[in-house]
């Protein structure tokens, strides 16, 4: 007779839990008693991704860090619908100073934790991309130069949703913004431009350079703890939707971001002391298009005929991760 | 008051000199101002520095107008416009150079007040390096009275510790002694 | 510590903002009819029991299986699972093996000995006539319903065609005995070698206060076919039927079935069991006509059973079978050729399907019969109060399964008309359909195949010829079940909620939504791998 | 201990002396001998329990310490010009969030034109931050104020700039008396923090507030610069204590008891100022001046004490509100309100230029005798200003004027 090893496969790993697996097989966030760092009665927007990748992030880090954590948040969507005046969504020590000192203020915070000998408190900054890839860059640069023991975390949602969604160097090509308009020659964000900054911060020679998506909320929450725990200048790059920014369905969110990951347009990887260490392997590999279908700001793609060399290029920019990061394997 | 103002190319210690002369006098009990002509001179750029002695507190934050005293640590200085300017009828000039330059002579000052020394060559000799400052600091004791040379050589020591202090001590106690020298001479011929 | 006004905030103060005011479509836990549910002739809740199994909880699994089918060690045997064959499972790799797993419980079950409760007998009397899956079924609900039953069964032993005419390398004896004994265990009374000749009679007499019919079908469709040795041609039913005896009737080396249901290939296989060196299948059509269950053709076509297609047995003279050819005209209907052969056999086995025996009903007034079928209402009664009928004697599809869905029901029935509370069956759950579930979140996992008896044991013994999953396979089966719309507890929902809305009630007591602060974000159903979920519309 | 030593070093030293735990670098002369020292004790072992962090911009150095200050750790740092200006942003949060940061500034010109030198342009930039701005008049003082500057911030919660002349003072080799470890621990407690984030109390600090509460939070404010008005006076009483010596304070007035003309000035230009009050009062003229050590808060009502006898008041400040004029003028006029008194303005040694005994006995004696005009620009070179007006009354064009000056100073005419 044949055996077959017992795996679970009703979900296997891609469920959050299931009642029939152990503790240490279920996310954490599938605790009845987890943290709920940020919780109920936020004011983000319906099916908010930042708002669920702020609790997974913050909740793996509170649980490894056994509730030593201090976070610095910079200026943006998740600062301003967790905190307005008289109420805060936190439930951990947590501040918020400036749009583009995030890495520097938790910098400080760091500084005063090793004076103070509480090496076992755990600093962490975040923000969303124009908080670290735009203004707080220089801040975030210099907090990974120095290897300040920080762990930074940027939530990803490809623009300034916080103003009225403006165009950032994170802003995919074609996408429309309101200051990328889908009109003339070449609608929406210009192709060739941004920024990796998870490309950037391995060039520093950081301990850990990872990014992680809300598609994979295991495998975001496995890599928030594990780089809680180490020492020295530490980032994790989280993909969030914006369904007001992006045009999604607020049901969408997860399902979005897992069209970028299997498309191969938004690559999950590891990098230690700058080197790729890990890559999330493709399940079911999709072509661009039917990320791009599932979001109005590339309405213009497709109306009023498919516009086939702009999602062409798309695709090759996809193809090109794939390639780069070896992702189907 | 006693005012002194240095003059010298960026790199020649003339911010130092200054400085070294301030802590003379502090060390004499005195009360002692010294800064530099504040700009961002670069090193060979002709650069001045200031060094104010008084028995009682200066609140004087103006630059040195009216010097009792020059420094000149470099004789090419000589031609630059304004160097003398606002030099007091009895005030010292003290310049490096191992030769009596053109036209030294015809100075306002007393005879007994202006003087033209080797600095350089004596920091080579002592230092290996042509940094005429503290050189020129013994012969400004020697020549001015107005700091004792054990208080001179204490600066130096402060400013230069250990090696580098002696050698510059050694060098400007060598001044020291060539212009004491050289006035006794004077006085005995005057005699 | 007195801390800063307006500019520093307490934490988890944001508590008192009920973001649930935002919302305009609420979530809300549902069941869905899984398809597998949906097929099962018998009415059996296969997710259900799978939902047990997954955990390998066997008995719970049995016990929620044996609440629709008394039997799940024979079903999971001769049923031919429709529930396969609609599992949504099928449309990502390969169906769930469903009876796998339930012959692994009702083996499992026989192997530990777990019996029935013996319900009180505080209801009324009822008599059921056959001891088939039909009869047996609706033994056991009654019982279940607190009944007094009496079953007459004119043969020797219990279980109907499951005994005579399912062969034994198909249903092990021991098996279909060790089932059939725990119904009887129920506490119902048995009369064997019984007929009855007049049902309605026979209830004045021994005060039943109702009947069930359930005789089956087991008159071997006659053909006329001149023969000049009669003895060298008999009928599929009594071949099977022999076989339960003493002596095997003796078919010789050469061996025709004429005929293309599956008791044709079982007379075929039991042929070639019997010590026939060659078992020819003559049918009038082709394979893919052919009313015989695919996996039942494979299997003797393993066994070296041959086929003739499109040809049919004219006479028989001295051994010699005339053949015609035949061929399908446009609608399909095999027409004549003239064209003749002639192979020489043995023995020919007719098995061209089977009828009612309808006699002992003629005296039953008000019973009404059509195309040789006894006509019943939705409450499975026939046209005569107090008598039910159920399985092959009534119109439907006539399988073993089927056969055990009517015992169910018309048990139900019979409980409602005694009672004077004529039964209702509860509202079905809107089906599970594949578009609604969201299979991303499923690991690929292909089915795993039992193990089958080697050819030469297979055709020299009657040893069951497809052996069970072990335990392990068997949980490896049971957790391929995607839980079609029906919660299994992934925490998804309580994973995925921005505003952490959902809250978990521990293990086995699924979840519930936090209206307060729920958005309505739909992110929670659209996320559910079941479709357990549903988006509805707020009332204003 | 008395040691004749620069400006930046004694800084330095009384900085360490208070035991900051976090101090942040970034270069911009001429503030930086003083984060050099520091640097220096600390990579030495003369300073311990303190992590000295070289950033990548001023506006990272004092987002650091804000994050430093807000987790409990005494921070400090230091800077200037275009330095100040570059946090800018940093420096409204920090007075916002209530973090007790002391910040040296080493008083600079802000460009363009670019320019090193010494004038009030960047503190005064800042004015309005809600910080506390104290100026030294001398190296001592501000070796002193430091030491002040950090009581009086962690007792309000609110940070302080030490403002000291560059160049003139940070440059400066002068006499200080550098006080002793226990004398400074004598009078600087450890820091208490109002709020700090502690995981195990956890708080939100830096909520957004609405127009329903922002007002309020602002008012509070103010009231805090109130409070400093009656702390500062105390904590130079009790330095006087401890350290035998008179440092900081509101204000000091020199020779204004009996003045009819009082001049008013921050920082150390009053030494010169003095100078020449001395050589007028010797003349006969009934002069004084009062030194502003506090700008931030402004002593409205000290002063208006201090300057209620005097006929004419002269303010001569290093700084100006351009298409204005003074701006130290208008606090001044203000505090003045309803008297009979005339306030002249004297904008002086702007981008370094030097502000000599004999340029200011000039304005004083027209102010005496009320020919001094409200607004004097000290010692401008009124040749070269006119001629680039006129050139631009001819030719309206953008671009700055600068290249032409330089062109005009060079040229005979005006030599």
Known sequence: ???????????????????????????????????????????????????????????????????????????????????????????????????????AVATGIAAAMKVKGRDDVRVLAQGGDGGTTDIGFACLSGMFERNDDVLYVCYDNEGYMNTGVQRSSATPPAARTATTPAMGSEPGNRFGQGKSIPLIAMAHQIPFVATASVANLRDLEDKIERATLMRGARYVHVHVPCPLGWGSEPSDTIKVARMAVESGLFPLFEAEYGALSAHTKIRRKVPVEEYLRLQKRFAHLFKPTTDVARVNHIQAIADRNIERFDLLN | MFQIRIHGRGGQGVVSAAEMLSVAAFLEGKYAQAFPSFGSERTGAPVMSFCRIDDIPIRLREPVLQPDALIIQDPTLLHLPGLFDGLEPDGFVLINSSHQPAGFAAMACPPDHRLAIGASELALKHLGRPLPNAALLGAFSALSGVLHIESVLEAIREKFPGKIGDANAAAAQAAWQIVKEARMEAHATAD | MQKPFATTLDPGSSLTNHTGTWRTERPVYVDRLPPCNNACAAGENIQGWLYYAEGGDYRRAWETLVAENPMPAIMGRICYHPCESSCNRGQLDTAVNIHAVERFLGDEAIRQGWAFKTPPSDGK????????????????????????????????ALGGMMRYAIPKYRLPRNILDAEIDRIVAMGVTIRLNTRIDDPVAEMKQSGFDAVYLAVGAQLAQRAYIPAGDAKRILDALSLLRAMEGPDPPQLGRRVLVYGGGNTALDAARTAKRLGATEAIVVYRRTRERMPAHDSEVREAEEEGVQFRWL????????????????????????????????????????????????????????????????????????GSPGVFAGGDMVPSERSATTSIGHGKKAARNIDGWLRGRPYTPPARHPLASFEKLNTWYYSDAPKSVQPVLDEARRLSTFDEVAAGLDQSTALFEARRCLSCGNCFECDNCYGVCPDNAVIKLGAGNRFKFNYEYCKGCGLCAEECPCGAIEMIQEQA | MLRQIEGSRAVAESVALCRPEVICAYPITPQTHIVEGLGEMVKSGQLKGCDFINVESEFAALSVAIGSSAAGARSYTATASQGLLYMAEAVYNASGLGLPIVMTIGNRAIGAPINIWNDHSDSMSMRDSGW??????????????????????????????????????????????????????????????????????????????????????????????????????????????????????????????????????????????????????????????????????????????????????????????????????????NALTGLPITVSTVVAGLGGRTITRKSLRGVFHKAHVGQLPPLTFLDLNHDVVSRELDRQRDRRHSGPPAENILRDLRSPVCQ
């Not at chain 1, 439930?91 to 918020?96: D, L, V, Y």
């Not at chain 4, 103010?222 to 008179?246: S, T, V, Y």
């Not at chain 4, 050589?279 to 506090?294: F, N, P, Y």
Request: charged share 20%; hydrophobic share 40%.
């Open chain 1, 1 to 103: 007779m044949p055996v077959t090893e017992i795996k679970f496969y009703q979900t296997g790993t891609f469920t959050i839990g299931n009642r029939l697996l152990s503790e240490e097989e279920r996310a954490g966030q599938s605790a009845a008693n987890r943290a709920n760092s940020l919780n109920c009665g936020h004011r983000a927007c319906q099916g908010c991704g930042e708002a669920l990748g702020a609790r997974y992030a913050i909740d793996a880090a509170i649980r490894a860090s056994k509730g030593q954590l201090i976070v610095a948040n910079a200026t943006g969507c998740l600062e301003v619908f967790s905190t307005p005046y008289p109420e805060s969504s936190w439930q951990i020590a947590w501040m918020h100073s400036l749009f583009g000192n995030a890495a």
């Open chain 3, 125 to 156: 009397n009822v008599l059921i006539i056959g001891s088939g899956p039909s009869g047996l079924s609706a033994a056991y609900h009654l019982r279940r319903l607190g009944h007094r039953v009496t079953i007459c069964e004119a043969q020797p």
């Open chain 3, 311 to 382: 040809s049919t047995i004219k006479k028989e003279e001295g051994g010699a079978f005339t053949v015609e050819k035949m061929q399908l005209d446009e609608k399909g209907f095999p027409q004549p050729t003239g064209e003749m052969e002639t192979i020489d056999a043995d023995s020919m086995v007719l098995a061209l399907g089977q009828n009612v025996d309808l006699e002992f009903l003629a005296k039953i007034d008000g019973l009404g019969i059509e195309k040789g079928s006894v006509m019943v209402d939705q409450h499975m009664m026939t």
């Open chain 4, 132 to 333: 506390l701005q104290l100026h030294a008049e001398t190296n001592q003082e501000a070796a002193d104020l430091h030491i002040q500057a950090f009581r009086l911030a962690e007792e309000l919660s609110l940070p302080v700039m030490v403002c000291m002349d560059g160049f003139i003072l940070t440059h400066a080799y002068e006499r200080v008396d550098v006080p002793t470890q226990q004398q400074v621990d004598a009078y600087l407690p450890p820091f208490l923090p109002r709020q700090v984030l502690n995981p195990a109390a956890p708080l939100s600090i830096g909520a957004m507030v609405g127009p329903e509460a922002f007002m309020e939070v602002r008012y509070l404010d103010h009231c805090k610069q109130g409070q400093a008005l009656e702390l500062i006076p105390e904590l130079n009483r009790e330095f006087r204590e401890i350290f035998g010596r008179d440092s900081g304070g509101l204000l000091r007035a020199y020779r204004a008891h009996d003045a009819e003309t009082l001049v008013v000035a921050l920082g150390s230009i009053n030494g010169t100022i003095q100078e020449t009050v001395d050589q007028l009062r010797a003349e006969g003229m009934k002069i004084g001046s009062v030194s502003l050590c506090s700008y931030r808060p402004f002593p409205v009502e000290a002063l208006r004490k201090k300057l209620a006898s005097a006929k004419e008041v002269v303010v001569v400040e290093k700084c100006v509100a351009v298409g204005v004029g003074g701006i130290v003028s208008m606090e001044v006029r």
